[in-house]
């Protein structure tokens, strides 16, 4: 029921800036968390930022300083601002929501992940 469609990726160069955007949709009583993970060919999926309901945010080290993220709650959104991208940071970058739903007369809270946006930085 809950769906989340990213946007904003593409083909950039080392030291440009891309804005990535997430809009979840659906069946969504409160979104708890949003954040977005990359993973790269041949490696693990990792965090590189989450921003929680009251705004509080944390990111990886590898991107401190250069990465920002943000949301919009009135629009589900989250959107990762990258600054100064490095090739090794190209990556499928997928958005993540915990989100507490109504189903069956209960709140649920779940994690849904987008598709994927390719992001690839060329040297």
């Known amino acids: 029921q809950v769906r989340l469609v990213e946007s904003g990726g593409g083909l950039v160069q080392a030291g440009g800036s891309l804005r990535l955007s997430c809009v979840a949709s659906?069946?969504?009583?409160?979104?708890?968390?949003m954040g977005w993970y990359r993973q790269a060919p041949g490696k693990q999926r990792e965090l590189v930022a989450v921003i929680t309901s009251i705004g509080s945010t944390r990111y990886a080290d590898s991107v401190k300083g250069r990465f920002t993220i943000s949301s919009d709650n009135a629009k589900n959104t989250v959107y990762l601002q990258m600054n100064s991208l490095k090739p090794e940071e190209t990556a499928v970058y997928y958005c993540?929501?915990?989100?507490?739903?109504?189903?069956?007369?209960?709140?649920?809270?779940?994690?849904?992940w987008g598709q994927g946006t390719q992001v690839t930085v060329s040297s």
């Open positions: 993540n929501i915990e989100a507490t739903s109504f189903s069956d007369g209960a709140y649920y809270a779940r994690e849904y």
């Open positions: 659906g069946s969504i009583t409160r979104i708890n968390h």
